[in-house]
């Protein structure tokens, strides 16, 4: 599987932003999909899943901002960012995991592909 990240770049503070990942192989509705984020000098965060079976988890930091989708037929995953601030500022990756995958979905380790990441920017 690989993945392609888009849609970033630099948004006032409380502005929107769509991110997509497009993803090329085969079986996609077979993969729990996520978003990690990361700023320099931090580790990697997580910021949203949507598993394969389409249900939701956020990271509490996003909840109620940020909502997550994906399209099977086009094998692509949505991540709609709303209500920005600062501290979404950062450089955001989609990853995938197969869905019998372990560790939890907040966990870097389950998923096994990585996009190159987007850059968000978000000015004050």
């Known amino acids: 599987v690989q993945l392609q990240a888009s849609g970033g770049g630099l948004v006032q503070a409380g502005g929107s932003l769509r991110l997509s990942c497009a993803a090329s192989?085969?079986?996609?509705?077979?993969?729990?999909m996520g978003w990690f984020r990361q700023t320099p000098g931090k580790e990697r965060e997580f910021v949203a899943v949507?598993?394969?079976?389409?249900?939701?988890y956020y990271a509490d930091s996003v909840k109620g901002r940020f909502a997550i989708s994906r399209g099977n037929s086009k094998k692509t995953v949505y991540l709609q960012m709303s209500d920005l601030n600062a501290e979404d500022t950062a450089v955001y990756h989609c990853?995938?995991?197969?869905?019998?995958?372990?560790?939890?979905?907040?966990?870097?380790?389950?998923?096994?592909?990585w996009g190159r990441g987007t850059q968000v920017t978000v000015s004050s």
């Open positions: 990853a995938a995991a197969y869905y019998s995958s372990g560790y939890k979905y907040s966990e870097e380790s389950r998923y096994r592909y």
């Open positions: 192989g085969q079986a996609f509705s077979n993969y729990d």
């Open positions: 949507i598993t394969w079976r389409s249900t939701r």
